[in-house]
């Protein structure tokens, strides 16, 4: 036996290890016989600590055990087996087969009943050392009386999945959470049937080491807490090596340990190798992958390493040739020529800061981080343009020129910029106020500023500080930080080169607050012209002037200059002479083949786009432009530029044949394509066929083939040529079918009235404002204004049916505070009033009354609707009808005043679009009105009143009675 697993070992032992001298092996039999091995043997049995190999043959044990190591133990024996064996070997050797007597001790074999020691992660095999952790104290009790009273061996079994498959769902915390939870059977059942026998080397508190001996089979349970079972010893004939290698080979593997429990189970050897071959095959790829991975990482290590020795030598040769200096100096050197052009306009304390820091670089190393942060800090300082600022140009009549082209109205605003250029050109420098242009979105207030720029030949840039929150992000880092940055402004006078240019400040009234400060109190500096002119920045820590900036818009440091918005006229002047040409050439779309009249755009105006600017509206028009480029597309228009088309001959007609002709259109001025030229340029390569890229329309082809002014007789050479290529054009698929429908139709002019406007745009967002054209008793219209512009608003009274709380009011249409507070204001002055004109009317004392707002959906607040409440009730209250084609505005007090109110131009426009004749504003409001441009103020009645007494008396005339 020896000889065989000799044998079979060598394959797979390494030759030097085979041959190494190691401690005699002695093999002791039951009968007392001495065998010395070989060092092979030891090899086979255990590792070091001396454990060894038993045989599983009946009637006689051996065991395997070392010289020098006194605290080995054998496989199927203790160490009281060896000591026995020890005592054999002192007696007589002429009785030494009769006279050794071993003592009673259990063999691994007479093992049937054992403690069943589930195990979470890996099964244990034969021949390998495995610790764990037990966590059960009457399981961990058990084990070690077991191993105290010479019995300490235990059944390790592997805790398999709940429906007992081949996936490795159960993960290490499922096991030990099983193992801890289920007792008896439960926990049988979730047990291998095949484990191990083990024996319990060492107990050290609840950490147990067991050595693998046999495979077990378990038969039944005899004990339920701790589980102990009995067992049938798997049939073992001899040990041979291959078996010790496909369990060596999947005990070191660290894959599925449903494959390794396999391995286990499996008890035909050559099935059990190639279960472990599958095992290492798998190992050996991972370790392949790690090695591949490894080496790529070395070989990339390597070739930075020999890059930088290789830079290194390369530095050190340029050095000693005078060729190139190192990195500091070379910085050192690109930094003094930037600021050498700068050096007599850069302030003195500038140059001194950078002299400094010039120093310091030097004495830096260039790996440290000090050495980027003073390197970054130089590049800010010198790319700076210090002293440099634009030629500025105060004409004010070329000003006057430039905001006419880009803007139309805006008068108030244009008139404050001229000021500004005037004062400007007067003090020679453009140190002034700060604007702020207020205004609803889409009013021009950010291209103002573009105007502004070009008007003064400025640079211009704008930056939005709408949501921020980080005063860093305007006064900049302090350098200590990583990642410091400057602020805005001076990366504004880095990014446009000059310090003198037109900053636009917007949505400053969106500033955030955050825990970093508050950006609001840093633009107090920025935007004080007492104090720019020494505005110092985090980052920087010099002082900049910024004083000769424009910056676009704090309230008490900026002049505010209200735009309120567009009338109808200045939408379609801007809409006509701006947003729609500059629309079409954006499509692509000739003015000869499309017109769009001003009814449409009227329409668009009223029906679509309400709002003060005019950004809705210019999205509405881009809207129907792309409408009509479809249509005029699906007519076969195309509008590319002329492009030079290249006929190829066959080689056997003579070559040098050219023919160019121009090509006109017969209808209008303005072709539809540009001048088309047609080369046929000679070539050696034959080719009957030519890809067409673009289409022309019908009346194109008919010039390609009789041009204006020529006969329609060919020549003999274009008649050939013609032949040639006619029917031979190549074209994409959907083309023929394109080219047949461009025959039979015609182009035609695509015109867009207020008519056909739905088909470009759908249907109208607004509809008419005005609901009675004779407003019933108790109704009165009254005017708002909102971001959207003004509108009418209807105030609608209502008596309540007799009963309880008799003369009380109640408000309806989301109303805000201030306008309830209005409505009881109203009430009580109506009481006044109608006591006065009516004193026997006891109406309000004997009715509950119900003031309705129509548009119950849209919020409502203000006090500007108070006289119209009071006239309301008092209509109803007397039973007469309101003046027709009357709206009125006003804050109303107890006594009866009329106080003023806003939106003054947007109102007198909603009045008008309502078709109001009259219209009530406070006296107060007289000087808003007079401001308004004539056609706005045409064809109205305005009445300028101080008390509701005036109003009464337009509202209610002697003869207009229910």
């Known amino acids: 036996m020896l000889r065989a697993a000799a044998a079979t070992t060598a394959g797979f032992l390494p030759p030097r290890l085979a041959a190494e001298t190691a401690p005699a092996v002695r093999v002791v039999t039951a009968a007392g016989a001495e065998v010395r091995s070989s060092p092979l043997l030891r090899v086979l049995g255990v590792p070091r600590g001396g454990a060894g190999i038993g045989s599983a043959t009946p009637g006689r044990r051996m065991c395997f055990g070392s010289d020098s190591d006194s605290s080995g133990s054998a496989v199927d024996s203790d160490s009281d087996a060896s000591s026995a064996a020890g005592a054999g070997e002192e007696e007589s050797e002429g009785n030494r087969s009769s006279s050794a007597v071993a003592p009673a001790i259990v063999r691994p074999e007479d093992c049937h009943t054992v403690i069943a020691m589930p195990l979470p992660h890996q099964p244990l095999f034969p021949g390998f050392f495995m610790a764990m952790s037990v966590k059960d104290p009457k399981l961990l009790k058990a084990l070690v009386e077991n191993h105290k009273r010479s019995f300490p061996y235990a059944g390790a079994f592997l805790v398999k999945n709940e429906e007992d498959t081949d996936s490795n769902t159960v993960t290490c915390s499922d096991s030990k959470k099983i193992i801890h939870d289920l007792k008896g059977k439960e926990l049988l059942k979730r047990l291998h049937e095949i484990g191990t026998l083990a024996k319990i080397t060492s107990i050290q508190g609840d950490q147990v080491l067991l050595l693998g001996h046999c495979r077990l089979r378990i038969t039944e349970m005899v004990e339920e807490d701790p589980l102990t079972v009995k067992v049938d010893h798997l049939k073992h004939i001899v040990d041979f090596n291959y078996q010790r290698l496909a369990d060596f080979g999947a005990a070191i593997s660290v894959t599925n340990k449903l494959l390794c429990q396999g391995v286990l189970e499996e008890l035909d050897v050559s099935k059990r190798l190639m279960l472990t071959l599958e095992l290492v095959k798998r190992e050996l790829e991972i370790t392949k992958l790690q090695q591949s991975i490894a080496k790529a990482i070395e070989e990339k290590i390597t070739g930075e390493q020999r890059r930088y020795l290789l830079n290194e030598q390369l530095k050190a040769i340029k050095k000693e040739l005078g ?42 190393e260039a790996s440290s981080s000090e050495f980027g942060v003073t390197s970054n800090y130089l590049d800010w300082l010198t790319v700076l343009p210090w002293g440099d600022y634009s030629d500025e140009n105060f004409d004010v009549h070329r000003a006057q020129r430039i905001l006419d082209e880009d803007h139309y109205g805006l008068i108030d605003v244009k008139e404050r910029i001229l000021e500004f250029i005037a004062v400007g050109k007067l003090r020679g420098s453009s140190q002034g106020k700060i604007i702020c242009l207020c205004g609803p979105p889409g009013v021009g207030k950010t291209s103002i500023g573009r105007s502004v720029a070009r008007a003064l030949n400025r640079k211009f840039y704008r930056f939005s500080v709408g949501g921020l929150s980080d005063i860093a992000e305007i006064k900049g880092h302090r350098r200590t930080y990583v990642g410091a940055m400057p602020g805005k402004m001076v990366q504004c006078l880095k990014s446009v080169g000059t310090s003198n240019p037109l900053v636009l400040i917007d949505e400053i009234d969106k500033l955030g607050r955050g825990y970093s400060g508050d950006p609001a109190s840093a633009l107090l500096e920025l935007l004080d012209p007492e104090q720019n002119a020494n505005f110092l920045d985090h980052y920087l820590d010099v002082p900049i002037d910024l004083s000769k900036m424009i910056p676009g818009p704090l309230l008490d440091r900026m002049e505010i200059i209200t735009i309120a918005g567009y009338i109808t006229d200045e939408k379609m002047h801007i809409a006509r002479g701006y947003l729609e040409k500059n629309t079409r050439e954006a499509c692509g779309i000739m003015l000869e083949q499309v017109e769009v009249k001003d009814s449409a755009l009227l329409a668009l105006i009223e029906n679509y786009c309400r709002e003060a600017g005019v950004r809705n509206l210019q999205k509405q028009i881009e809207k129907v432009y792309r409408k009509i480029a479809l249509q005029l597309v ?119 009235d207020a008519s056909n406007l739905d088909n470009f745009v759908g249907k109208a967002v607004f509809q008419p ?186 509202a209610f005339p002697s003869d207009s009675q229910a």
Request: a negative charge; proline letters at 4%; charged letters at 30%.
């Open 323 to 364: 060729l190139e200096t190192d990195d500091k100096t070379a910085l050192s050197e690109k930094f003094r020529k930037r600021i050498e052009s700068r050096k007599e306009k850069c302030p003195s304390h500038v140059l001194q800061v950078i002299e400094e820091e010039l120093t310091k670089l030097q004495l830096l």
């Open 634 to 752: 699906r007519q076969g228009v195309s509008n590319e530029p002329a492009r030079e088309i290249t006929l190829v001959e066959p080689s056997e007609q003579p070559t040098g044949v050219s023919i160019a002709r121009e090509v006109e259109n017969e209808s209008q001025s303005h072709s539809l394509a540009e001048d088309v030229s047609v080369h046929v340029t000679p070539t050696d390569i034959s080719c009957e066929k030519i890809n067409v890229v673009s289409l022309t329309t019908k009346s194109e082809v008919d010039h390609y083939e009789h041009p204006k002014g020529a006969s329609k007789e060919t020549s003999a050479d274009d008649k050939a040529t013609l032949t040639n290529t006619s029917g031979k054009i190549e074209t994409n698929e959907g083309t023929e079918e394109v080219m047949e429908a461009l025959v039979d139709k015609t182009v035609e002019k695509v015109v867009v």
């Open 769 to 954: 404002e005005r609901i009675y054209d004779q407003t019933p008793v108790g109704v009165v219209m009254g005017l708002a204004w909102n971001a959207m512009g003004g509108s009418t608003l209807y105030i609608e009274t209502a008596k309540v049916e007799d009963g309880e709380k008799k003369g009380a009011l109640v408000v309806t249409g989301q109303l805000g505070d201030v306008m309830k507070e209005s409505a009881q204001i109203a009430h009580t002055v109506c009481r006044s009033v109608l006591h006065e004109k009516e004193p026997n009317n006891s109406f309000f004392t004997k009715s509950k009354l119900h003031l309705h707002v129509p548009a119950g959906a849209t919020p409502k607040d203000g006090p500007s609707a108070g006289c119209t409440m009071v006239t309301s009730m008092l209509s109803l209250a007397m039973g007469k009808l309101v003046k027709k084609d009357l709206a009125m505005t006003g804050e109303v007090t107890l006594t009866g005043r009329i106080l003023p109110i806003g939106g003054v131009k947007e109102k007198t426009i909603a009045a008008r679009r309502s078709g109001i004749k009259t219209i009530i504003f406070p006296a107060a409001n007289r000087r808003d009105f007079d401001e308004l441009a004539p056609n706005v103020k045409e064809g109205l009645e305005v009445h300028f009143v101080d008390k509701y007494s005036e109003i009464y008396d337009l």
